[in-house]
């Protein structure tokens, strides 16, 4: 564990240095061939569309053949025959399905649904890419997102400005995880900060390998150019480095639903003191072929990691992480207001801290049951904290969050 420890901590040195080189190179390049390089990316991420639905918000969402998704663009899965369904689910889904649904969905579904057999993408903006590090960085978080909990070196991991409050299971194999979420606007303070609420499911130690798929809810004025409450989910196989991206930002992930676009904004959201919306996400693994599928609400199936795209977890995963992550740039010198959940602390409890509950995890046997000894890590309490519980109504479940920048958070 030690040694895992000290790889991740050069990893994260590594990673910093990384992206100061790479800002430092940018400036160089000429204006004209940076554009063409836009451009070129833009072509492959935006798929020529079937339909198109403008949402509310202002995205434009492409229905595109289920067949010529981003995910085809990857070399090894040129021949892949999709799977429109799972072979299995987690048994002890069916319990929770009579739990009536709170009708959360996406905004752009007011104007329209896609037809079948295509898939709803959010298109690339040339703007999106350009608030970017640069073309290559476009949809890929900046270094390490998994926090590492019981770390005792806070300064490095702190490097990026990455601060969480989570719960977390190890020391098992896992073979997959759910939640449902409660679901906020997040009040972000700089463009370059984000907020986010998602589970993580995590193989390998936090070294230069880390495998994760995460799923979730994120306010991110970088990626998105808006501070709407969206969709998302997350791959990486080497720890946040060359592979993965947000959503289906590059090659991947394969989504097989019509109804839900990755990326897309969440409504209704909550309000303090007023209803309460939450969103079900369940990742797991298919015992059949292996892959990692992901299911929104009771019976929404997303699509799926194959399982080719990972290392350990092609196999299972070692620990799982629940919670909330945001960005504290410190601009002028003083922690950021940019809030977690609902900017409010544990404390204030239903209806105006926000929670998870029904927290589970898929064991060997493919069953979905409470975590055994759930752990919990924050870096500074004071900022943004988190309280862990659990009753028969709600099963295992927590508040978390806070509204960062505050008198005891300076
Ligand atoms: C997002 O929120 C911040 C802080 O409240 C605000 O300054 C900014 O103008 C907002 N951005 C957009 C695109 O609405």
New binding site residues.
């Given amino acids: 564990m030690k040694k895992g420890r000290q790889v991740s901590n050069w990893a994260a040195i590594l990673c910093f240095l990384g992206l100061v080189a790479l800002s430092c190179a940018a400036g160089t390049d000429g204006a004209s061939r940076q554009k063409l390089k836009v451009e070129k990316h833009l072509r492959r991420l935006n798929k020529p569309p079937v339909k198109t639905i403008k949402s509310p918000d202002g995205d434009m969402i492409d229905c595109v053949d289920i067949t010529k998704q981003p995910a085809f663009d990857h070399p090894l899965l040129k021949d892949h025959e999709i799977q429109v369904r799972p072979d299995y689910h987690p048994e002890g889904l069916l319990a929770e399905a009579r739990e009536g649904e709170n009708h959360v969905r996406q905004l752009w579904r007011v104007n329209g649904r896609c037809p079948e057999n295509t898939i709803p993408v959010r298109r690339t903006k040339k703007d999106d890419v350009l608030r970017a590090s640069s073309v290559k960085r476009y949809g890929k978080k900046n270094c390490r997102s998994a926090p590492i909990p019981k770390l005792v070196d806070l300064d490095l991991i702190n490097m990026g400005g990455h601060e969480h409050a989570i719960a977390y299971v190890e020391g098992d194999k896992f073979y997959g995880a759910k939640a449902t979420i409660n679901v906020w606007e997040s009040?972000?303070?700089q463009?370059n900060e984000f907020s986010l609420s998602q589970l993580w499911v995590l193989g390998g130690s936090f070294g230069e390998d880390l495998n994760s798929i995460e799923a979730g809810w994120q306010i991110s004025?970088e990626l998105y150019?808006?501070?709407y409450t969206r969709l998302f989910t997350y791959w990486t196989s080497d720890a946040y480095q060359a592979t993965g991206c947000y959503n289906l930002l590059c090659s991947g992930f394969i989504q097989v639903s019509s109804e839900i676009a990755m990326g897309a904004t969440i409504a209704p959201l909550s309000s303090y003191g007023g209803s309460q919306y939450d969103i079900s996400l369940l990742i797991w693994k298919d015992p059949s072929k292996g892959n990692w599928w992901l299911q929104f609400g009771n019976t929404l199936v997303i699509g799926y990691w194959p399982s080719f795209l990972f290392s350990y977890l092609g196999d299972s995963a070692s620990m799982v992480e629940w919670g909330g992550e945001v960005v504290n740039s410190e601009s002028g010198g003083q922690h950021t207001s940019t809030q977690m959940g609902s900017g409010h602390f544990p404390s204030e409890g239903f209806g105006k801290a926000s929670y998870f509950r029904t927290i589970q995890i898929v064991d060997e046997s493919n069953r979905l049951r409470a975590p055994k000894d759930l752990g919990t890590y924050t870096e500074r309490s004071t900022c943004y904290n988190i309280q862990t519980g659990d009753n028969e109504h709600w099963g295992h479940y927590f508040y978390y969050g806070g509204p960062g920048r505050n008198p005891n958070c300076l």
């Fill in positions: 009040k972000v303070e463009p004025p150019g808006d501070n």
